[in-house]
């Protein structure tokens, strides 16, 4: 019995080197694939011309001016820090061309229009001498849907139960009252560092994923999937479409609501490298 067991000691210590040299040679799926990847940058954000479209709306006390001191200021630095990553190209969330806006801007017009659409993309571009930006908002395939069958597209969704209980929804409310009135006495930079963490986006994705998500007959899922998932997922595929080479910087200025998905498929892609938003160096 010694004699057996002697060997199977000696078979696993001859054995170790082996295996160890098997498995410094195997090769993964990314020997497979191109190393160079485009850099990506998506900078989440809060509305700052806060139209009050979203479901959550900002009080006008807790309401900043970005034209204004301190917050002007705080604008001109974290446009010096936008820099840093030195972005070639810029997506906005419109859906359709804003460059004309663009051009007139360039002119020297749209200076006192507080949307970030202006005060920090065009800004950015116009101080890059970058000849356009681009616009990669898109309309849901439950849009769509609609208008070729209104009573199906309908009935996918008319179980859900918008006035469920939703103690996870009611918190957010009340956290995003907080955050909100954080604002005035938070540097804009820090206070979109905070937006920008992982954590902060997946908070703010999942909370899709409770009360009416759970509507029978899978109602809320199918909501989620043809409307919220679908558009975001169409904004990846344009940007998709305007990346042209793995040497190509980009800049993604969207609503913070679109960061969390954008997130999940940029960094899945082998085609991109996903920059965090607080990790920018020279």
């Known amino acids: 019995m010694k004699k057996i067991t002697s060997l199977i000691l000696i078979s696993i210590v001859l054995s170790v080197p082996f295996l160890h040299s098997q498995s410094n040679t195997l090769k993964t799926r990314a020997d497979f694939i191109p190393k160079e990847k485009t850099k990506v940058l998506v900078m989440g954000t809060f509305h700052f011309n806060f139209p009050g479209l979203d479901e959550h709306k ?8 970005v034209l204004k001191e ?3 200021s705080e604008v001109t630095e974290l446009i010096a820090y936008l820099k840093k990553f030195n972005p070639n190209k810029i997506v906005i969330e419109a859906k359709t061309d804003w460059n004309d ?6 002119e020297g017009e749209y200076r006192d229009k507080r949307d970030e659409r202006y005060q920090i993309a065009m800004r950015l571009a116009n101080e890059l001498d970058l000849d356009s930006i681009f616009s990669a ?3 849901t395939l439950e849009g769509e849907l609609f208008e070729k069958d209104s009573v199906l597209t309908t009935s996918l969704t008319e179980k859900m139960d918008w006035d469920m209980e939703d103690s996870y929804l009611e918190g957010f409310f009340k956290w995003a009252d907080y955050r909100d009135g ?11 560092k905070r937006m920008n963490k992982r954590e902060a986006h997946n908070a703010n994705f999942g909370l899709y994923l409770t009360g ?7 109602d809320g899922a199918d909501k989620l999937s043809i409307w919220w998932y679908n558009r975001n997922v169409r904004i990846f595929s344009n940007i998709l479409r305007l990346t042209e080479s793995k040497e ?9 609501g679109h960061a969390a998905i954008l997130r999940q498929l940029f960094e899945a892609s082998p085609q991109y490298q996903f920059v965090e938003f607080d990790s920018i160096e020279d």
């Open 182 to 192: 954080l604002m005035k006495e938070t540097h804009l930079l820090e206070f979109l």
């Open 58 to 65: 900002t009080t006008d006390s807790n309401k900043i001016d």
């Open 101 to 106: 806006r663009y051009q007139k801007y360039r």
């Open 248 to 256: 190509d910087r980009i800049l993604v200025l969207f609503g913070n």
């Open 212 to 218: 009416a998500m759970a509507s029978e007959d899978y």
């Open 137 to 139: 908002d898109a309309p």
């Open 70 to 72: 301190p917050k002007k």
